[in-house]
């Protein structure tokens, strides 16, 4: 028993080495962007352009759910005049980055892990590095810059949309008067609340894509060694994702 916990703790430090060194091997190729922003380029359409209509779907329906929310909450103790304040700060500070950011875990770190994990069980990346070419700077580094630059862009689309919805539940369901949500909002909207999410965006989207890069790099085990990646590749995203949300809301909201 005692050895099982043991080899379990070193195998823990060893992932976490081999993490640093692969995060240490991206900053090393950071110089070559220019060079290679034809591969950053495709993973950014890949990320960021082709994530638009997944990410308008779920930022219209949370908005809606929480102007609902919020109502049924404050019925009968405040007006509703306040849900402008409410929703849409909720939705700028907390809702959009997170929720944005656990669909793109879904859809773009589980793809690369098992994009990545394919390649290295089919012995691609063995085939990379006879050429003399660097899998990390090659595969990892576009991945990652595309995944960093696009969540942050995704996030303000899918957090202005969600606004959208919760105005629009509020003001033809729930009576608001459009003045009156609008009014609300502009009162309460404040440049932190933007920059808050914002930069929880960019700490997300380096989470998603280095671990799904991660993971697919130490895939083993053929098909199904990449199908245990894939839902490695999204449990850890979705569990890094709450965590660095209670870190960050702590240092940039709560202190």
């Known amino acids: 028993m005692i050895s099982k916990i043991g080899k379990k703790i070193i195998q823990f430090f060893t992932e976490v080495g081999q993490f640093v060194l692969m995060m240490k091997g991206v900053l090393k190729s950071l110089p070559r962007v220019f060079r290679d922003r034809k591969l950053i380029f495709e993973q950014m359409k890949h990320v960021g352009v082709d994530?638009?209509?997944?990410?308008a779907i779920i930022g219209i329906f949370t908005g809606a759910v929480s102007c609902w929310q919020a109502a049924y909450q404050i019925k009968g103790l405040i007006s509703y005049?306040?849900?402008?304040?409410?929703?849409?700060?909720?939705?700028?500070?907390?809702l959009g980055p997170v929720l944005a950011a656990i669909v793109l875990a879904g859809r773009v770190g589980a793809s690369m892990a098992a994009e990545l994990g394919t390649m290295k069980v089919t012995e691609q990346i063995d085939a990379l590095e006879?050429?003399?070419?660097?899998?990390?700077?090659?595969?990892?580094?576009?991945?990652?810059?595309?995944?960093?630059?696009?969540?942050?862009?995704?996030?303000?689309?899918?957090?202005?949309?969600?606004?959208?919805?919760s105005y629009s539940v509020a003001t033809f369901f729930l009576g608001v008067p459009s003045e009156t949500f609008l009014s609300a909002f502009k009162k309460s909207f404040e440049i932190k609340d933007f920059y808050a999410?914002?930069?929880?965006?960019?700490?997300?989207?380096?989470?998603?894509?280095?671990?799904?890069?991660?993971?697919?790099?130490?895939?083993?085990?053929?098909?199904?060694?990449v199908g245990l990646a894939t839902i490695k590749a999204f449990v850890i995203a979705a569990a890094s994702i709450l965590m660095l949300d209670y870190i960050l809301w702590n240092f940039l909201i709560g202190m």
């Open 51 to 55: 994530s638009l209509v997944l990410v």
């Open 81 to 94: 005049s306040y849900l402008g304040s409410a929703t849409t700060k909720a939705i700028i500070i907390e």
């Open 130 to 165: 006879s050429m003399a070419i660097d899998p990390i700077r090659y595969l990892a580094m576009p991945r990652i810059i595309a995944t960093t630059i696009m969540l942050p862009i995704l996030v303000i689309y899918g957090s202005s949309i969600a606004i959208m919805g």
């Open 197 to 225: 999410g914002s930069i929880k965006a960019l700490f997300f989207g380096v989470s998603i894509s280095s671990i799904g890069c991660f993971i697919g790099f130490s895939a083993k085990g053929g098909a199904e060694g």
